[in-house]
């Protein structure tokens, strides 16, 4: 699915479905208060507010890091959406993204990954397996599993759109149900004037408000300096990913967008490799985009002679992160 335009600009399709959105927001706010069930382990939410990608796979990579920094040993736990397999399930190194879902295959290749539906049988497959703590992709409006912590993921540009709910708009939930449930929120790349407003509320419900930015990977940032590009992508916003390649000083002479998790047919990427050729061009992705082709043989080609740029989240202040997140992550689960 593709975000509709009014998501963020509101107008009269969002006034028109504000009904829709009413019922949809009342049945998620009353979900997310239902009690769930406590892991043996401390628990991590990174997950956002809204539908669509905020840079929640990257910062729960990069939190990964910091915990395996100091000697413990992490486990992310996801749905592994549009993947087959339900689980719980330990994602290995045969498993595709048609199996998994292209975030688990990303998220495996740093640390183990559990994927369940059943979000407490994975984190109880993830505590037995040896998890020192667990860091749950997305999840936040499930309450099935209780969290120790969760961080929100926001998009500084984009923030909260039009602030309605599903289908009005693009929040999962009322926004004043989210916040209260959440412990911290990290705002992503440049912030808007409306992202601010949103700030001020999470300061107010006591919420840390931390900051960062996803930072392109710099020996490919100089492969693509100056070459001549033809970029596609299905995430939930590709206008990022190639606004990145064009602040990289990559020559953006085309561009293809998708479906977020939209997997590729034969006939595009044969469109795309054709156009590639016929107008010497350099084809370019996502790291979710080529774990998506991976294992298909009909996409073999067109992931061979595709760049892949990576991105990572940055925090720009680690201290902060470490004192408003881990520390205390462990304290709370403590008073549990």
């Avoid at 043996?40 to 507010?49: I, K, R, S």
Wanted: one cysteine or more.
């Amino acid at each position: 699915m593709r975000e509709p335009a009014f998501w963020q600009r509101g107008g009269i399709a969002a006034q028109l479905l504000a009904p829709a959105a009413a019922i949809y927001g009342a049945v998620a706010d009353a979900r997310m208060k239902r009690p769930g069930t406590y892991a043996d382990v401390p628990v991590l939410c990174v997950g956002n507010l809204t539908s669509g990608g905020t840079g929640k796979t990257p910062t729960a990579l990069a939190l990964a890091k910091s915990f395996m920094a100091r000697g413990l040993k992490p486990y992310f736990l996801t749905r592994g959406y549009r993947g087959s397999l339900k689980g719980p399930v330990e994602v290995l190194q045969g498993h595709t993204a048609r199996d998994v879902g292209d975030e688990a295959l990303l998220l495996a290749r740093l640390a183990p990954t559990v994927v369940a539906a059943d979000r407490v049988a994975g984190a109880k497959a993830a505590a037995s397996a040896g998890a020192s703590i667990i860091i749950m992709d997305d999840g936040f409006q499930n309450s099935t599993l209780e969290k120790d912590f969760s961080l929100l993921v926001v998009d500084g540009t984009r923030g909260i759109g039009n602030g309605r709910v599903i289908p009005a708009g693009p929040l999962r939930a009322s926004l004043g149900a989210q916040l209260v449930r959440a412990d911290a929120m990290l705002v992503v790349g440049a912030v808007a004037n409306p992202v601010r407003a949103l700030i001020t509320r999470a300061k107010a419900r006591g919420l840390a408000v931390l900051t960062g930015s996803l930072m392109p990977e710099a020996p490919t940032v100089s492969e693509l300096r100056g070459k001549k590009v033809l970029a596609f992508a299905a995430i939930g916003h590709p206008e990022k990913f190639f606004a990145t390649l064009n602040a990289a000083g990559a020559l953006v002479r085309g561009t293809r967008k998708f479906a977020d998790h939209h997997h590729f047919t034969q006939h595009e990427a044969t469109e795309l490799l054709d156009t590639a050729a016929i107008e010497h061009l350099t084809l370019v992705t996502t790291e979710k985009d080529i774990a998506r082709m991976r294992g298909d043989p009909a996409l073999a080609q067109l992931a061979q002679q595709t760049v892949v740029l990576p991105v990572a989240m940055t925090f720009d202040d680690d201290a902060a992160v470490r004192r408003e997140i881990i520390e205390k992550l462990f304290q709370k689960k403590k008073e549990a």
